[in-house]
């Protein structure tokens, strides 16, 4: 595949290729998907923290305005040009995570964020883009069909790295999101079974380390009560016996927007943030869940079809490591809210309310459907 010699030619076409006849096939539906979300959730955080004393949803708008420049930054950006910046901007990544360790703002037991004023930043955002770019370089360097252990083990270490800066902050949600973007990647490269049977022994005494040495107590009481739910139904286990009880409430078409009793009342904890999943469901029901669930199957797939579409492998790997995260996320959110799986903190793509997380998402779509474009461009 031919270099890009000027930094003109990011977006530029020859005249004999215009532009407007490429971008119209961009499978534009995804972002327009994201835009959707968005708007749900702005919708569900205005009447989520209307009981409160500060209505987020203002707050949120202006993300969403800064996250489509940051789309706009993504999409305009050639990825294969950022692919050989991918490790200072790797190495820039970890630094502001270990300044986070040093320096960083405390906020629901976890030390995540940078605070710029009445500004936070939240660098692992940051961390998991930048891995993913790093990844993508050095996988797509590899023209083996079968990766061998040291390619594997120097994959792990790069996602590891800032895996355990963020496990250290101790965020171990955003932590554990580095698990399924390392796995997608790997998978879809190419390694064998007997060392996925090895990381998955090593994964499982990791996690059994980790239970002695690095989870705190109220991060193995959430571990206790998703075990046994109804051991501790006014403490531990108050938030997953609220979000039940709005889910459960919902029922077909919901109560109404702004008519949830557990949002409404301050019941439920965390409502506009990882629980906003929770919000939605009592208020406009099985339908309404359906109709985001939709929305999100809509993204993975246009993102999927952006992968298979792909005209490199550096664009490939990229595109189905941010896709990982995006879907790693979805799952584990929604599967949170009702208890299926132990609740930490992770928040819902595009719905959530939270900036670093919004730019993030916005910035990754941007880059997903830089890729769907340079493969016209790129030749």
């Not at 405390?106 to 692992?124: C, I, K, N, Y």
């Not at 496990?167 to 790997?186: H, T």
């Amino acid at each position: 595949m031919r270099s890009i010699s000027s930094p003109a030619s990011i977006v530029a076409l020859p005249e004999d290729r215009p532009a407007l006849r490429y971008l119209a096939k961009v499978r534009w539906l995804m972002l327009l998907v994201a835009l959707a979300l968005a708007g749900a959730g702005l919708a569900t955080i205005h009447s989520a923290s209307s009981e409160l004393s500060v209505d987020y949803m203002p707050r949120q708008a202006v993300w969403v305005a800064l996250g489509l420049i940051a789309f706009l930054v993504g999409f305009g950006v050639d990825y294969l040009r950022l692919a050989k910046f991918a490790l200072p901007i790797y190495v820039a990544a970890l630094g502001l995570l270990t300044l986070v360790l040093l320096f960083g703002q405390e906020v629901g037991g976890a030390r995540s964020w940078l605070g710029f004023g009445s500004w936070r930043l939240q660098p692992s955002e940051l961390a998991k883009v930048a891995t993913v770019l790093l990844l993508a370089r050095y996988l797509a360097a590899s023209n083996r069909r079968v990766l061998e252990l040291k390619e594997v083990g120097v994959a792990a270490l790069i996602a590891g790295v800032p895996m355990l800066l963020v496990a250290l902050s101790p965020d171990l949600g955003s932590a554990a999101m580095f698990a399924p973007m390392l796995l997608g990647m790997l998978l879809l490269t190419g390694v064998s079974r007997r060392l996925l049977v090895i990381g998955a022994l090593t994964a499982a005494l990791f996690a059994a380390g980790a239970w002695n040495l690095v989870l705190l107590d109220y991060q193995k009481d959430r571990v206790r009560t998703y075990l046994a739910p109804g051991s501790d139904p006014l403490g531990d286990g108050y938030q997953l016996r609220q979000s039940k009880i709005a889910v459960g409430s919902g029922q077909l078409a919901g109560r109404g927007y702004g008519q949830g009793t557990q949002s409404q009342l301050r019941f439920l904890p965390a409502r506009h943030t990882d629980f906003i999943f929770a919000v939605l469901a009592e208020e406009w029901g099985f339908l309404g869940v359906s109709g985001i669930l939709f929305l999100f199957g809509a993204y993975i797939l246009n993102g999927a079809r952006v992968a298979t579409r792909a005209r490199d492998r550096t664009g490939i790997l990229l595109v189905v490591g941010l896709l990982s995260v995006f879907t790693a996320h979805v799952i584990y959110n929604t599967a949170m809210v009702v208890g299926l799986v132990p609740i930490t903190g992770i928040p819902l793509p595009f719905l959530s309310y939270g900036g670093s997380f919004l730019l993030a998402n916005f910035f990754a779509t941007g880059l997903i459907l830089g890729v769907d474009f340079r493969r016209y461009v790129n030749r």
